[in-house]
């Protein structure tokens, strides 16, 4: 090694370009550079380059690169970042009038990765998914959300089964984010009003390859201590908090992108959390001098809106008091009575007795609004029908663009090497070329398919018993028995989300006997895996945890179900590829659309679900299981359970055991094989967010 070959800084700059670019959050040789930077730390740190880079010292560093093997992955990472933010593959000219106006996009979480968590669930990975995708595409994008040091929170489990929630204080210092400053090294600020205070906004920055997002926070030393702590957890808080937070997203979110010059096209509210927005660009034409009814059609020229939620009790509405509290000022400043200010979140603006409704105020204040399936369309039309009156719950101007995924996030290494493999490193471009894709599908070999799921279960059997293990020493329990927990060669089935009482986590337990036998089989075994947290104020989920975690104690199902404790997006990517099947069943139509089983399908897991959400709409016959039929059941939801779990265990036990331990004089099941090509083919070509995004930009992004 010599001097003239090697130049630290040159090196270690790249490095550090590396760790700012969030687009190493789906890019695994980059993540596996940094983790052989330091093994011990990428893993105690829920994989996070910037925490690895700060724990080892600049020595140790340089000795780390004075390997020319790695100096030479450095060089092949850095390279395809460089590409990546260079080439756009394939310009699409219609993005061209976001060039210089770009989108904003506001949500009130962002998941990006694991180790940056200002998100709770599939809202804020939804998001993550549409910002990453964004950039792939080439689409001017700038998100913004709230920096939440806390996070939502992490999940521990008692001796008694019980939730418990544990806060750890993240330092941006430790996360790849920046704080934005001037051109003189000053932090950006920008004040709201929030009741008699005004409080003080700064944000961070985090790139995530073409894409930028601000992160929004308050803790600063000039704001009251009971203001500093307000961004502090994802929907934390009560309803005080929860308006405040609210206004700091909408409004203060509006302010910075103002102050830091942006134009942008249009602003995309996802979900009615950030609705405030609206009524800054309001106060802003109100200061042209326009009059009120000019200054809202100017408003709602810019600003879409995505609804999520199914059910009117789940949509965010705030008393008058605390509109009055919490924005008095505000209202006066648009020159309008608080009566005036309510009727913008009014269904019937003249009843008093009405209070605040976020998704009211959002569609009310926006060109286009879409609800995330087709099913939920229909729902959320229904919902609204009194928003235009005159007009039947078909005529209501809410459309859908069912949700995806970002096909590389959830793509196991091993996955990725089997198509890379069968159709070139350029094979994802198939993707957007049916042809193209169907062949690529027929071709690869049900042997490897097969050998790719074994390589996958066998993982995350490992993984499981590791994380059990860790489990079980901190109960002070013996880790023993952790060794005889689930095996590589059973049928494997996942059931991961938050724990939403709709989402019934323990539906297949109905019937205990029934279930018993399932799972007791010992020539065709099957395990279940669980993972997902409850909100920590719904102690009807948490209920819920705890029926699962006791029955995993329970001798007749010992070892072939487990609770995975702390569900997050790197747990999520362990699942999503190990599990063979990927349970959903929610009271339908509560899924607006759910997007976990969409990651599975590149994987090679086969999809088994009630008829709801996204997967009504993907299921064919041939491609995975549909529990129960595609309609409504006019029961009670008593009724609704045991009619949904009995289709279940008809399916289980009918189709779906047998099916998987059909196999041919080789080993292999043909038939199951067949039915993952069959998923592969037709789901993941739709369901993923370069599709999603694309459809965003087409039907309601564009000016028309
Ligand atoms: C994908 C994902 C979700 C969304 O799951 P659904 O089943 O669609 O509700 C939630 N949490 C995490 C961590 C995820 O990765």
């Known amino acids: 090694m010599t001097e003239k070959t090697f130049h630290f800084a040159k090196e270690r700059k790249k490095v550090y370009e590396l760790a700012y670019n969030l687009r190493w959050s789906f890019d695994c040789p980059t993540q596996q550079f940094f983790a052989k930077l330091s093994p011990r730390i990428w893993d105690i740190t829920n994989h996070n380059p910037i925490a690895v880079l700060n724990e080892i010292s600049e020595d140790e560093l340089r000795s780390r690169l004075m390997s020319k093997t790695m100096r030479d992955e450095l060089e092949l990472c850095h390279k395809s970042l460089r590409d990546y933010l260079r080439a756009v593959r394939r310009p699409i000219a219609a993005f061209k009038q976001f060039d210089r106006h770009p989108v904003a996009y506001f949500s009130a979480e962002i998941g990006i990765h694991e180790s940056l968590p200002i998100y709770s669930g599939g809202l804020g990975i939804l998001s993550g998914d549409h910002t990453k995708s964004a950039s792939d595409i080439g689409l001017n994008f700038v998100g913004v959300t709230l ?43 920008v004040q709201v009003q929030i009741g008699r205070s005004l409080v003080s906004v700064a944000a961070y920055k985090a790139v995530v390859g073409r894409s930028v997002l601000y992160l929004l926070e308050t803790n600063l030393p000039e704001n009251e201590e009971h203001y500093r702590d307000l961004t502090a957890r994802v929907y934390g808080g009560d309803s005080t908090t929860r308006i405040s937070q609210e206004i700091i997203l909408g409004i203060g979110g509006a302010k910075l992108l103002r102050a830091l010059e942006y134009e942008p096209a249009v602003y995309h509210m996802n979900e009615g959390h950030s609705a405030f927005l609206t009524l800054e660009l309001l106060h802003e034409q109100l200061l042209l001098g326009r009059s009120l009814d000019r200054a809202v059609e100017e408003v709602k020229k810019r600003c879409v809106f995505t609804t999520h939620t199914p059910v009117a009790a789940g949509h965010d509405r705030f008393s008058q008091d605390l509109i009055n509290f919490s924005l008095s000022e505000f209202v006066s400043s648009l020159g309008v009575t608080l009566d005036g200010f309510m009727k913008f979140g009014r269904v019937h603006p003249d009843d008093k007795a009405e209070t605040f409704c976020m998704t009211v105020l959002a569609l009310k204040m926006s060109r286009g609004a879409n609800a995330v399936s087709e099913l939920n369309g229909k729902v959320s039309r229904q919902m609204w029908t009194g928003l235009f009156p005159g007009k039947k719950a078909e005529q209501v101007p809410i459309g859908h663009i069912t949700n995806g995924i970002h096909s590389l996030s959830w793509l196991a290494m091993e996955s990725r090497a089997v198509y890379e493999k069968v159709a070139g490193p350029d094979w994802m471009s198939k993707l957007e070329h049916s042809a193209e894709w169907n062949a690529l599908v027929t071709r690869l070999p049900e042997d490897e398919i097969w050998a790719l799921r074994y390589a996958l279960r066998r993982r995350l059997v490992e993984f499981i018993r590791e994380r059990m293990k860790r489990q079980q020493i901190r109960y002070g329990n013996s880790s023993a028995q952790v060794e005889k927990l689930f095996n590589p060669d059973a049928l494997t089935i996942g059931f991961s989300r938050r724990f939403a009482t709709y989402k019934r986590a323990p539906l297949v337990f109905t019937d205990l006997d029934r279930a018993a036998q399932l799972l007791g089989d010992k020539k065709r075994p099957v395990q279940i895996v669980f993972s997902g947290k409850a909100h920590p104020r719904d102690d009807a989920g948490k209920a819920f945890i705890q029926l699962i975690i006791n029955l995993s104690r329970d001798s007749r199902f010992a070892g072939k179900i487990v609770f995975v404790e702390d569900y997050d997006m790197g747990l999520a990517r362990q699942l999503v590829a190990g599990c063979d099947v990927w349970l959903n069943n929610p009271k339908r139509p509560l899924e607006a659309s759910g997007t976990s089983g969409q990651k599975i399908v590149m994987n090679g897991g086969i999809n088994c679900s009630i008829m709801d959400g996204w997967w009504r709409e993907a299921y064919n016959g041939k491609n995975g299981f549909a529990i129960g039929e595609d ?32 196999r041919d004089a080789s080993g292999l099941p043909l038939k199951w094989i067949k039915m993952i090509k069959e998923s592969i083919r037709t789901i993941a070509p739709v369901y993923n967010t370069t599709r999603m995004v694309k459809d ?5 992004y564009m000016q028309k």
């Open 147 to 189: 920096f939440y040091r806390q996070g939502y929170f992490i999940q521990r489990i008692n001796s008694e089964g019980w939730q418990l929630e544990d806060y750890n204080q993240h330092d941006h210092h430790s996360l790849p984010v920046v704080p934005v400053e001037d051109e003189g090294g000053k932090l950006v600020k």
């Open 696 to 700: 965003y930009v087409h039907k309601y």
């Open 631 to 662: 309609k409504e059941l006019h029961v009670t939801p008593e009724e609704q359970d045991k009619i949904d779990s009995q289709n279940l265990y008809e399916i289980l036990e009918r189709k779906l055991i047998p099916l998987f331990y059909d």
